[in-house]
Each structure stands twice: as structure tokens, then as C-alpha cells.
T-cell receptor, first 113, second 112 residues
Framework: GQQLNQSPQSMFIQEGEDVSMNCTSSSIFNTWLWYKQEPGEGPVLLIALYKAGELTSNGRLTAQFGITRKDSFLNISASIPSDVGIYFCAGQGGGAGSYQLTFGKGTKLSVIP | NAGVTQTPKFRILKIGQSMTLQCTQDMNHNYMYWYRQDPGMGLKLIYYSVGAGITDKGEVPNGYNVSRSTTEDFPLRLELAAPSQTSVYFC???????????FGEGSRLTVL
């Protein structure tokens, strides 16, 4: 099946610092999605990307759909304690099996006040 | 709007027991999914459905069964529980094939 490599696995940062995480794929995707999961909850969508090269912001979050369609990154600026959680990337192809999303293993973010 | 509702939230099973995880959505979504989440492993797709009466296997279907008799409901059945099925299970739905996926709050299952 399709593989998504998400890095880093975990991050410890000081409040106020910027954060960057990324995902790379062995396959081309038509859609990239970024989710955040807090303890005891289901993942919640942060940003959706539908076009190669697209750069989209949601408050302090910015995500980009790579030109090659095999990667995406998420940046968080000026981190705050409530940014703590696990961030997942997810990709969807356009061919057979395109009903399915492939998820990365997640980046666990810890913010030190 | 309730969104995607899963029950139960927690369950402990003995090896060999059976149970059904319930999932219902009130958004009239055609597409529904079951994932399992193991620590550090992300989300793995178990089964999915593109509409009432249609289901298909995902990446890790062994040991599970599903049915989709209505648009709203997509139950996941474990027939003979095994310790390897200890996990957190998430149901999700979406309106469009490439649209936002809405998740339930999860069902934590422990098999002893």
C-alpha cells in the first residue's frame, strides 16, 4: 500500500517558537489533509490542500501541497500551550482506492510554557 | 449537530468474546470508515463504505466485519476478540469522496 513518512516523530519546543513538520510519500496524492488530535478525542481537520503548489493558512497554521505532489508541510508560528497534541498528515490518491486516506504516523508536539 | 457518534467509549473483552462497536452519523454522508489507532502507528483503515449496502476492506480487515444497512449507521463487529485487537477505534464519515473526514471520539477496546 501507499506509505507516508511523517517527521519528526515528536517535538519539544518553547512557547513562542515556530514549528515545522512534513510528510513525504512514495506515491502521488491529489489531496493532502492535516489533522490535530488531542488526548481522548478524534482527529480534527486543520487544513485541506487540493492543488499542487497550494499554500493555505488557518490562523497561525500554514500548510503547503508540494509541487511534486509527493510531499506536504505544516508550519505553526508562535506556538502556544494549546497547540499540544498529535498532528497527522493524510493523503488521498486519484486512482483505484481513491476512497481511502493514507495517514502518517503523527508528530507529537509538546510546548513548554 | 451530533456529527459522528460512537458507542461504547470504553470496553474490556475477554479473549474469544464478540462485540459490536456502534457508529452513527447525522450528516447524511455517503462515505463512512472504520480506523484503528495503535500508539505511534497512526490510523489504519479497517473497512469503509461508499453507501448503504456497499462495504469494502481496508488495510487491516482481518478479524472484523461490517454492515451498512442504512446511510446513518456503520457498525463494526469483532467475532472472536484477540489481544492484538486491543486498540482505539475511530469511525469517520464524509460527504464527498475527497472532502473533509469527520471523526467520532473513539472507542477504546482492551482484550485480555
Amino acid at each position: 500500500g501507499q506509505q507516508l513518512n511523517q517527521s519528526p516523530q515528536s517535538m519539544f519546543i518553547q512557547e513562542g517558537e515556530d514549528v515545522s513538520m512534513n510528510c513525504t510519500s512514495s506515491s502521488i496524492f491529489n489531496t493532502w489533509l492535516w489533522y490535530k488530535q488531542e488526548p481522548g478525542e478524534g482527529p480534527v481537520l486543520l487544513i485541506a490542500l487540493y492543488k499542487a503548489g497550494e499554500l493555505t493558512s488557518n490562523g497561525r497554521l500554514t500548510a503547503q501541497f508540494g509541487i511534486t505532489r509527493k510531499d506536504s508541510f505544516l508550519n505553526i508560528s508562535a506556538s502556544i500551550p494549546s497547540d499540544v497534541g498529535i498532528y497527522f498528515c493524510a493523503g488521498q490518491g486519484g486512482g483505484a482506492g481513491s476512497y481511502q486516506l493514507t495517514f502518517g504516523k503523527g508528530t507529537k508536539l509538546s510546548v513548554i510554557p | 449537530n451530533a456529527g459522528v457518534t460512537q458507542t461504547p467509549k470504553f470496553r474490556i473483552l475477554k479473549i474469544g468474546q464478540s462485540m459490536t462497536l456502534q457508529c452513527t452519523q447525522d450528516m447524511n454522508h455517503n462515505y463512512m470508515y472504520w480506523y484503528r489507532q495503535d500508539p505511534g502507528m497512526g490510523l489504519k483503515l479497517i473497512y469503509y463504505s461508499v453507501g448503504a449496502g456497499i462495504t469494502d476492506k481496508g488495510e487491516v480487515p482481518n478479524g472484523y466485519n461490517v454492515s451498512r444497512s442504512t446511510t446513518e449507521d456503520f457498525p463494526l463487529r469483532l467475532e472472536l476478540a484477540a489481544p492484538s485487537q486491543t486498540s482505539v477505534y475511530f469511525c469517520a464519515s464524509r460527504e464527498l469522496r475527497a472532502g473533509e473526514l469527520f471523526f467520532g471520539e473513539g472507542s477504546r477496546l482492551t482484550v485480555l
